[in-house]
């Protein structure tokens, strides 16, 4: 090594340096120390920094948390009244199945008895054939002016001008008399 370092010697500017280092070791190794102590004084106050900045950017992702739970909870909470009225709903939509059912059955029994009725009496059958009032007619259909309320002339024309949709006589026109 010693050998090494009289041969680094004879280079111009390596050789002095290398002259002044074996020269003033005590100087040199403060120097170092000195470094040494702005290095650690430096890499200090970056990590007092950094962990500043950590530890408010953390406190504000808990507070983020925080506010994330409280709607959370609020949604879970409407979720379930959602899921609970949905039950409900379900309840409501299968009683209305079931009466629409119980209601169509009762519709075809009484159609079927008036249909049979008219066939076997011939008094009901005359009381099908005749046409309804023009005032029953626009009450039915929605379609009433103010004079067919009030009794005015144009309620002749009600019964025979019905817009489609609209209620037609008792007994189907295919029934024979």
Known sequence: MLNLLKLLGKV??????ISFVTGNVRLVIEYLLIAVAI?????ALT???????????NDELRERI???????????????DLQNLRKIDAEVMAGLVTDYAKLSK???????KL??????NERVRDYLDEPLPAELVCML?????EATKAGGADRKG????????????????????
């Open 12 to 17: 111009p500017f390596l050789g002095t340096a």
């Open 39 to 43: 290095a650690g004084a430096a890499t």
């Open 47 to 57: 990590l007092w920094y950094r962990t500043n900045y950590l530890e408010s950017r």
């Open 66 to 80: 925080t506010n994330v739970e409280v709607i959370n909870e609020a949604q879970d909470q409407t979720i379930t």
């Open 106 to 112: 009762s519709d075809a029994a009484a159609r079927k």
């Open 115 to 120: 249909s049979d009725l008219e066939k076997q």
């Open 141 to 145: 259909n929605n379609s009433c002016t």
């Open 158 to 177: 009600a019964a025979t001008e019905q817009p489609a949709g609209a209620v037609q006589k008792a007994r189907p026109a295919s029934g024979a008399k």
